[in-house]
């Protein structure tokens, strides 16, 4: 019986590791966003600050997805005119908004 490869095996948890750090998943945004909207309604794409690669691909995401994908129903991602351009990457503008929960009907 052969040996197990102990470099298969760091390969394989260095490629887990590696997928779980760039999948972004609606609870990796939602927590983005809250963090990034604070106690405001809205936050401009220029606004907000980029501090490390895993929010990056979180960031980058943003501008296409719809309300369903951020995985949060008290958020909102609208389209804005221009670009946002910051020290990681150029991308099309976009606003954060606080959704107001709906009163009964």
Do not use: Q
């Amino acid at each position: 019986m052969p040996r197990p490869d102990p470099y298969l095996k760091a390969y394989i948890e260095a490629t887990t590791a590696f997928d779980r750090m760039v999948r972004v998943t609606p609870a990796r945004m939602a927590a983005f966003v809250e963090a990034k909207i604070g106690d405001r309604e809205s936050v401009h794409s220029s606004e907000i600050n980029v501090d490390t690669i895993e929010e990056l691909l979180v960031f980058r995401s943003l501008p296409g997805v719809s309300d369903v994908d951020i995985g949060d129903t008290r958020f909102r991602v609208v389209p804005d005119r221009g670009r946002t351009d910051n020290a990681w990457i150029n991308l099309k503008s976009f606003r954060i908004e606080r959704v107001e929960p709906s009163g009964p009907s």
